[in-house]
């Protein structure tokens, strides 16, 4: 039978825009994307959507109260649905054993235990979030211990593999689908139904099928490989500064072998977002878990040589400072984890913030698409800075680059939003105290312009010689 009704649940940063191209490109499909949140949902059905991503807007513009539907009452997407998607998320236990951490699949469980509570019919669920090798087999014991006479599951594996920033030209134009399923006549026909979801815009042989648990893995290892390789170039990045080599050129030079290619090749102040440390943690966990521990510190060392990057470059920010930023006025331009998007989940910025606040720097932040609230809250966190009224007291958030940079020292740029690079510096160098400091932790600023205006100019990778 074919998919008529499909419900979300999770209408986050992946379950938001997934179900809106589904509704885009299968007008003859009814969405529904639900959420525990009733704020979320609010602002899904208003005009400022709860997330920013380029497009999306205008994708659900468009769907919205056609076959596009956003809702807080879960049991009834569910009970009508014939596919439902779980796209909740699956965030990194906050306390672990060893240095792998699992993820939490506690939303995922109660996902499934309300699908479990309210099905009356067939269903094939599909897992959209991140999970670990073998997550599909807890479902469907959650699933079929609440077993009612007539009601049948298929779980399918269905990872996503877009990135923020770029979240529906990758879902358009999606270089492959994957979908994984159990390896029976029912389980042939699940994955069936999905493929003729995705083939009313990805071509078939974009598609590939696999087993359940080689899905499940291959997205863990997908996030695993893609930020081996920001870890590989950040770790030459200190060896270029060191020796006259430019980082920049030795990635071009590398990435034009064709075995290696150049994408993902960027040395920057280290990589964020909510995926790629989570996924690897969780990786790192399966491998200790199943008595692997040489695996486990091969992949731990991605993860540790990020958190150096991001060390090395708060480190060189205060040391170019004589060694001290107390009291000193530092901006920091772009707080997002990348440009285009306003989510901060593990944002180097971050970090860079963290470590001059506690060095007692006085910050000026500016980011086009971070709210305020959002700043404020990610730097009061009970880590380092738990205390909520020293940061307010030493923290400003601008709403433009030209006033979170006047009457400052340095500007210590996080984020590569493309607008920071048409800045006029000439305007800002003249309002800025001197000595004044530029430190590019993204590589995307005419470093040569900047020290000709008179700005002292660090960045990642390449040692600036005036
Ligand atoms: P998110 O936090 O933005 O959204 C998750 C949503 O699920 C939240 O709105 C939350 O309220 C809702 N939710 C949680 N439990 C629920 C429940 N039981 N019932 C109803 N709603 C519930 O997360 P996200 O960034 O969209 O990530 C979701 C999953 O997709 C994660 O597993 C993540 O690893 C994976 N993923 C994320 C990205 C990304 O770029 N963000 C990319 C690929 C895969």
């Known amino acids: 039978m074919p998919i008529k009704k499909i419900c979300g649940i999770g209408a986050g940063y992946v379950g938001g825009p997934t179900c809106s191209v589904i509704a885009l490109m299968c007008p003859e499909i009814q969405v529904t994307v639900?959420?525990?949140?009733?704020?979320?949902?609010?602002?899904?059905?208003?005009?400022?959507?709860?997330?920013?991503?380029?497009?999306?807007?205008?994708?659900v513009r468009t769907c919205r109260n056609r076959n596009l539907f956003f809702s807080t009452d879960l049991d009834t997407a569910i009970m009508e649905a014939d596919l439902i998607f779980i796209s909740v998320n699956t965030p990194t236990k906050t306390f672990g054993t060893g240095k792998g951490r699992a993820a939490d699949l506690k939303y995922v469980e109660s996902a499934a235990r309300k699908i479990a509570e309210i099905a009356t019919g067939d269903k094939i669920v599909v897992e959209k979030s991140t999970v670990p090798v073998r997550a599909a087999e807890s479902?469907?014991?959650?699933?079929?211990?609440?077993?009612?006479?007539?009601?049948?599951?298929?779980?399918?594996?269905?990872?996503?593999?877009?990135?923020?920033?770029?979240?529906?030209?990758?879902?358009?134009?999606?270089?492959?689908?994957l979908i994984g399923g159990e390896d029976t006549p029912e389980g042939h026909a699940a994955v069936e139904e999905l493929c003729k979801v995705y083939e009313?815009?990805?071509?078939?042989?974009?598609?590939?099928?696999?087993?359940?648990?080689?899905?499940?893995?291959?997205?863990?290892?997908?996030?695993?490989?893609?930020?081996?390789?920001?870890?590989?170039?950040?770790?030459?990045?200190?060896?270029?500064?060191?020796?006259?080599?430019?980082?920049?050129?030795?990635?071009?030079?590398?990435?034009?072998?064709?075995?290696?290619?150049?994408?993902?090749?960027?040395?920057?102040?280290?990589f964020g977002g909510s995926c790629f440390q989570k996924d690897i943690l969780n990786l790192v966990y399966i491998c200790e878990c199943l008595n692997l521990p040489e695996v486990a510190a091969y992949w731990q060392q991605v993860i540790d040589m990020n958190e150096y990057q991001k060390s090395?470059?708060?480190?060189?920010?205060?040391?170019?400072?004589?060694?001290?930023?107390?009291?000193?006025?530092?901006?920091?331009?772009?707080?997002?984890?990348?440009?285009?998007?306003?989510?901060?989940?593990?944002?180097?910025?971050?970090?860079?913030?963290?470590?001059?606040?506690?060095?007692?720097?006085?910050?000026?932040?500016?980011?086009?698409?971070?709210?305020?609230?959002?700043?404020?809250?990610?730097?009061?966190?009970?880590?380092?800075?738990?205390c909520p009224e020293y940061v307010k007291s030493r923290v400003t958030i601008y709403q433009d680059a030209y006033t979170a940079t006047r009457d400052t020292h340095a500007i210590v740029l996080c984020t590569e939003w493309d607008e920071f690079k048409t800045l006029d510096y000439n305007r800002i160098y003249s309002e800025m105290m001197k000595p004044a400091y530029i430190f590019d932790g993204r590589k995307i600023l005419d470093h040569d312009a900047l020290q000709k205006i008179g700005f002292i100019v660090q960045t990642i990778g390449k040692k600036l010689t005036k």
Not at 35 to 58: M, T, V
Not at 217 to 230: T, V
Not at 239 to 250: H, K, L, P, Q
């Open 34 to 59: 639900v959420d525990k949140s009733k704020d979320r949902i609010a602002q899904w059905n208003s005009e400022k959507l709860p997330i920013y991503e380029p497009r999306l807007d205008e994708v």
């Open 139 to 177: 479902i469907l014991n959650i699933l079929r211990a609440n077993h009612r006479p007539g009601v049948s599951y298929q779980i399918l594996s269905n990872p996503e593999f877009l990135a923020e920033g770029t979240a529906i030209e990758d879902l358009l134009n999606a270089d492959r689908v």
């Open 200 to 270: 009313h815009w990805i071509p078939r042989k974009n598609i590939l099928t696999t087993n359940t648990w080689s899905s499940e893995l291959s997205k863990l290892a997908a996030n695993a490989f893609l930020a081996q390789r920001i870890s590989s170039i950040n770790s030459l990045s200190a060896v270029c500064e060191t020796t006259g080599a430019d980082v920049s050129e030795v990635a071009r030079a590398v990435g034009l072998d064709s075995r290696i290619g150049s994408k993902f090749l960027e040395a920057s102040v280290g």
């Open 312 to 386: 090395r470059f708060s480190a060189k920010v205060i040391e170019s400072l004589f060694n001290t930023v107390s009291d000193k006025q530092i901006t920091i331009l772009g707080f997002a984890f990348k440009k285009n998007t306003g989510d901060t989940r593990e944002s180097p910025a971050i970090h860079v913030a963290k470590t001059l606040l506690d060095e007692g720097a006085m910050l000026h932040l500016f980011d086009p698409k971070v709210e305020e609230e959002q700043i404020i809250e990610d730097l009061t966190h009970p880590t380092v800075t738990d």
